[in-house]
């Protein structure tokens, strides 16, 4: 039981997780605009996006392989929803 709710713990960090990388990215897309700037905004929201989601796959494994899958499947559904 106790297991169960770490690993939908584990879920719910990467549906939240892949909300704010889709979420930016959607925002990103949306706030483009024909200028010399583009391509920093692009490359910049690439790299704060890749942080925290690394980041955040990290923290929330613990170096558990169950928890990372379970972070990694609430990623997936989260690009599905967005």
Request: aromatic share 14%; with cysteine.
């Amino acid at each position: 039981m106790n297991e169960a709710l770490i690993l939908a713990g584990s879920l719910l960090a990467g549906v939240l997780l892949g909300a704010f990388f889709f979420g930016w990215l959607w925002w990103t897309i949306q706030m483009r605009s024909p200028s010399e700037w583009t391509a920093l905004l692009f490359a910049g929201s690439l790299l704060i996006r890749m942080a925290v989601a690394v980041s955040g796959f990290y923290l929330v494994s613990h170096g558990d392989w169950r928890k990372l899958v379970a972070c990694l499947a609430g990623f997936l559904l989260a690009r599905i929803a967005v």
